[in-house]
């Protein structure tokens, strides 16, 4: 395919741009968008078809430690869902995991062109690098786990704030990251040490610091330092009755900050604990609304096979004791925990239905789809390849009502969803997976089809069914090459890592360096990681880079 | 004379360190062929320190050279050897579906070798 | 000693699964070899002085001299004309290199396999059946006030795992070191590991499964009959106080050996001591290990399992990976004669496999990447001499607890190092194959990394 490339007669979806369906054409050079290309310049006739630009997954789990542990951990999960090579693409394996070639090549086929993964720890980020390696098409980039950091929780114990700005800063940097992630933060020191506790309020003190002021600082010195994202917040009390409180508690910490709350649908339950909970979605959701400071994914719960995988290690052991089913947990010194188990979601279980009820209600009672983006929490809630059959429950009322009459009625019934008859529009739906999590993500040149975008561009045949619709894109181009044409793989392509270099003191190495000595068993010369494991990749500037 | 013992080939420091100088250099092949039994068991067999003995098995046969182990370091019954081409030659192909050939605690016969040298 | 001297500080060992990366090598670069390396145990030592520049060729067809271009043409005709090609080793190298070789099964629609499938294979095995609470072995250092080892022998395989990681250290919650922590050694004889414990538990030979089981019924709260003393050798007391220390610790680790896997109940055994931890959890916080033993074990479970989706036993034959351990595994493969070529990468399979599955070797066309000659070497087709890992090569390794270290070299080799020579021959490959089926691509169009 030449670097030049012309799509003709396509109904252009471009929310960042303001075009909402309007037949335009899109010119391409060199991977990039662009005003005007010369005559001879290949044409691709998107005549009856849809143009959006690619997907961006904002909160996804797909590279590396805690994610090949769930690989090996499932065979069953891979055996009915072989992915066979192309002469252009390599085999792999799906089910919920699926291997890195095979994740790059089906977020592909779903039109998705960039991926976040989004819990990574500091020690394994080498790992993720080298399975992004082998993740093809897709840009991405992940969050560094820093909330139950042992080093940074120490210094802000002692106060030390400029230093645990510095440190955040080195830390980001050693390991390439793209945003810091905090999850339950200040639960891990419990759990290990603890006998297998958790922290159970927001400022509940373990060994005076609650998970209030680690989330507290972590907003004011992401934002302070102008990260394009900023930080990603898995909340304390996932998934518990009663757990709505703690996180309007972490939003209401953020004050008028910039925060990212993830997978919200596990954090908006009411009930008491040990309880069966109720939704609470309309008071999470309304909270959002109103804050434009925030943004946050959804977590859609979808029913059948999912992979618990959480750096929440005591979520994923209580999770362990409802299933009884094979469990992993994987303590990493200093930096955190981590849980794996098979799961299933069920229609007939009101916990089920709840969680999927809740997703779906905070979806339809959004008022501003910028800020409220679409994601199952990949493969927590659900695999990524069930991103279009979500889509069809929220543009299609019918559908849904189809749905919610097969499912547990008492949890339906909890919730309002049977009030709810929004229809979201394929403007909206552009937003909620394209422009607004690029918007929330400040990658400038991506979500958009304007001049100067990356050319990660997506065209759908225009259908009824928009499960299949989205589910078999015609045309997907990738940095200006065609990967898929007439839904057949014809080219390949690396895609880049996307990561941030925010300045620190070096001096803040002779600070961290003695703690390594006494307490990992990694040199620290060793430890952080090299440029050799980016290959194609791409700093985004920080607001205090620009 | 001749019994039927437990064979535990297992990985050595010396093994080991011999390994890095090259596996066809007579120090290891000196110590993927040295026996370690309970010195009990030897005084029983009538063999002394660097005896030759042969063990078989219906897979096959090997013959290597014995050293004496404490009772209380090693069991009677209960012989020692370090992973090696000896000890292959008396491992069965079959993993019973695992890939792994039962290579631990194989039953052998062992006798001694009159005649040295073999 | 010449006077060119170099210092690597923060080398990596890769002897052993413990991937120690506190090197400090001194390189004599005029005679390329390491004098000293300060911090290796003896097993280190001897890995880093007598990794030398060696006096054979680069490689060899049929025992004879021939360029390296030519030995790469023979291997990728020899695989791509097989019907049923193994890949198999793969424990004594690079990430970078183990991803090649994975590159090459696929295309050549071959089997994959690695040392895994004959040390902790039924570990993974068992991991697949009921997963298993684990750690880094920092978390040990930091925390671990009750360490158990069963059917290993640090002391002789990775003499550094006490000193550097589980006993002696003074870790974070630990401030006195070994005095901090209860040792306690299980096997089936008194090995040399057993001076460091505090108690020792000693086992019939085969009779592990009997006695984890008995410890997760006590765990439990279920009954056992004192005759498990005369099935197992070990007191209905002695398991009874075991329990007790288990369940009161603060953090405890049950480390185990090939003693469990390579013996009656292989992935029984493994099974059934990553359940006992398991079960454990109830009462406090408890983590297990498989303490693997080559330097890049673990890092050939990673690659495999992160493009295929399993840890090894890996067949294309379809196009796309399957697993079946015991159909794919390579003791199996070779037993029953289905390979009809082999490569082997780092390993020397015809020094320890069963007696049958190294005469089927001596049948079929065997390829060899080795740093020495070895008895594989010796009996194959094309063999080619490569430079070390971690001393001749940078690149990554992880260790035994699934962190990934990135090597420093020490000095140059004259001979190519896996991932050049794989990388080579996978591209060979692909042309071949492309040609046989009359693909027009050309390389670097499509994804062959
Ligand atoms: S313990 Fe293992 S890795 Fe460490 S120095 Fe010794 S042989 Fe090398
Ligand atoms: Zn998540």
């Known amino acids: 395919m030449a670097a030049t490339l012309r799509i003709v007669n396509g109904k252009l979806y471009d929310p960042i741009n303001n075009i909402d369906g309007k037949v335009q054409d899109i010119c391409i050079e060199d991977g990039r968008i662009v005003d005007s290309v010369s005559d001879d310049a290949t044409r691709i006739d998107a005549q009856g078809m849809v143009v959006m630009p690619g997907g961006v997954d904002i909160h996804c789990h797909i590279a590396g430690p805690k994610v090949n542990a769930a690989r090996k951990l499932q065979p069953e999960d891979h055996r009915r869902d072989p992915h066979p090579g192309t002469p252009f693409t390599r085999s792999g394996t799906g089910g919920t995991v699926p291997s890195t070639f095979a994740t790059g090549y089906r977020y592909a086929t779903l039109g998705y062109t960039t991926a976040m993964e989004a819990a990574v720890t500091p020690i394994g980020a080498r790992h993720t690098l080298e399975e992004f390696h082998d993740t093809p098409i897709i840009d991405k980039g992940f969050y560094v786990l820093l909330g139950n950091n042992i080093f940074l929780q120490n210094l802000l114990r002692e106060g030390r704030k400029e230093e645990f700005r510095q440190a955040v800063a080195w830390w980001v940097n050693s390991t390439k990251a793209y945003t810091v992630k905090l999850v339950n933060p200040g639960g891990d020191e419990p759990w290990k040490g603890k006998k297998n506790s958790n922290v159970s309020n927001i400022d509940e003190k373990f060994d005076g610091l609650s998970p209030r002021q680690i989330i507290e600082a972590f907003i004011t010195t992401v934002n302070d330092m102008g990260f394009p994202h900023p930080a990603h917040i898995h909340c304390n009390n996932l998934g518990h009755s009663g757990n709505y409180k703690t996180t309007l508690e972490t939003m209401r910490t953020a004050g008028d900050q910039r925060a990212h709350l993830a997978h919200i649908q596990f954090h908006s339950y009411g009930g008491e604990l040990g309880k069966n909970p109720d939704s609470k979605a309309a008071e999470i959701i309304e909270y959002v609304n109103t804050h434009p400071n925030i943004t946050c994914d959804v977590g859609q719960v979808m029913f059948g096979k999912a992979t618990i995988m959480t750096a929440d290690a005591p979520l994923a052991y209580v999770l362990r004791g409802l299933t009884n089913s094979k469990w992993v947990n994987v303590d990493t010194e200093c930096e955190s925990g981590c849980g794996i188990l098979p799961f299933s979601y069920q229609e007939h279980i009101y916990m089920h239905t709840l969680q999927w009820a809740i997703g779906l209600e905070l979806f339809l009672m959004s008022k501003d789809p910028w800020r409220v983006i679409l994601s199952t929490d990949h493969p927590n809630g659900g695999s990524f390849m069930l991103y279009p059959k979500l889509i069809k429950l929220l543009m299609d009322r019918g559908f849904r009502q189809e749905e919610i009459s097969r499912v547990n009625q008492k949890a339906i019934a909890k919730t309002a969803l049977n009030d709810l008859d929004r229809e979201y529009t394929l403007y909206e739906i552009t937003i909620i997976t394209r422009a607004g999590p690029a918007k929330a993500l400040g990658l400038k040149h991506k979500g958009h089809l304007g001049p100067g975008a990356d050319a990660d561009i997506t065209i759908y045949d225009e259908m009824d069914d928009k499960e299949m619709m989205f589910n078999a894109p015609r045309y997907v181009i990738k940095s200006g090459k065609a990967i898929i044409a007439n839904h057949e793989f014809c080219g390949d392509h690396d895609g880049k890592i996307l990561h941030i270099t925010p300045a620190y003191d070096e001096k803040i190495e002779e600070v961290v360096q003695p703690f390594f000595e006494n307490y990992y068993t990694i040199e620290f010369d060793n430890y952080a990681v090299s440029d050799s494991y980016l290959h194609d990749h791409e700093i985004v500037p920080t607001a205090n880079d620009r | 004379m001749a019994e039927t013992m437990i064979l535990v080939p297992g990985r050595s420091s010396k093994q080991g360190t011999a390994l890095n100088k090259g596996k066809l250099k007579p120090e290891y092949l000196l110590v993927t062929s040295t026996l370690e039994m309970n010195s009990d068991d030897m005084q029983r067999l009538g063999l002394e320190e660097g005896d030759s003995v042969r063990l078989s098995n219906e897979v096959g046969e090997t013959v290597v050279t014995c050293k004496g182990r404490k009772p209380e370091d090693l069991p009677s019954g209960i012989l020692f050897i370090a992973y090696g081409p000896p000890s292959s030659q008396l491992m069965d192909g079959d993993t019973a579906g695992t890939g792994m050939p039962i290579s631990k605690n194989i039953e052998v016969l062992v006798e001694k070798v009159t005649v040295k040298n073999i | 000693m010449s006077e060119n001297i170099k210092i690597v ?401 020490a000095f140059d080799s004259p001979y190519p190092d896996d991932e050049e020579i794989l990388t080579a021959i996978k591209k060979r490959v692909q042309e071949l194959v492309w040609a046989k089926q009359g693909i027009k691509i050309a390389v670097g169009e499509a994804r062959v990394a």
């Open chain 3, 9 to 409: 500080k923060n080398a990596t060992c890769t002897f052993c699964g413990c991937v120690c990366d506190d090197m400090e090598l001194t390189v004599d670069l005029d005679e390329k070899r390491i004098i000293k390396a300060k911090n290796a145990c003896v097993l280190g030592r001897a890995w880093f002085a007598e990794h030398t520049i060696g006096d054979w060729p680069v490689a060899m067809i049929d025992g004879k001299e021939v360029s390296k271009e030519e030995a790469i043409e023979e291997t990728a005709q020899t695989l791509v004309k097989a019907k049923f090609p193994i890949i198999y080793g793969l424990s004594d190298t690079t990430c970078e290199a183990q991803r090649q070789a994975v590159a090459i099964s696929d295309i050549i629609r071959g089997t994959i396999d690695t040392t895994t499938s004959v040390c902790h294979g039924p570990s993974g095995l068992a991991f697949q059946g009921v997963g298993e609470s684990t750690m880094s072995l920092g978390e040990v250092k930091n925390r671990a006030d009750l360490v158990i080892y069963w059917g290993g022998n640090p002391a002789a395989s990775h003499p550094r795992h006490f000193t550097r990681y589980t006993v002696t250290p003074k870790g974070m919650f630990i401030p006195n070191g070994r005095k901090d922590r209860t040792v306690v050694l299980v096997d089936i004889r008194k090995t040399p590991s057993a001076p460091v414990a505090d108690l020792f538990i000693q086992v019939k030979p085969g009779k592990d499964f009997e006695v984890l089981w008995a410890l997760r019924a006590l765990v439990k709260g279920k009954n056992i009959d004192p005759s498990i003393e005369e099935e197992t050798g070990v007191s209905l007391a002695t398991l009874e106080d075991l329990v007790d220390k288990m369940k009161n610790c603060r953090y405890g680790v049950l480390f185990f050996g090939m003693g469990l896997t390579m013996t009656r109940g292989r992935h029984f055994n493994s099974g059934a001591i990553m359940a006992l931890t398991t079960d454990l959890n109830e009462f406090t916080h408890f983590v297990t290990k498989p303490v693997r033993g080559h330097g890049n074990v673990t890092g050939a479970d990673n690659v495999l399992s992160w493009q295929t989706g399993y840890p090894f036993g890996v067949n294309f034959n379809r196009g796309y990976p399957r697993f079946n351990p015991g159909e794919f595994t390579t003791v199996d493969t070779l037993s029953r004669g289905d390979a009809d070529a082999a490569m082997f990468i780092a390993s020397d399979p015809a020094s320890n496999f069963p007696k049958v599955a190294i005469e089927h070797m001596k049948k079929i066309p065997v390829i060899s990447l080795d740093t020495k000659q070895t008895e594989t070497s010796n009996l194959a087709h094309v063999a080619f001499a490569t430079s070390t890992y971690g001393i001749n090569t940078g690149g990554t390794v992880y260790r035994m607890d699934d962190v990934p270290i990135t090597m420093r070299s």
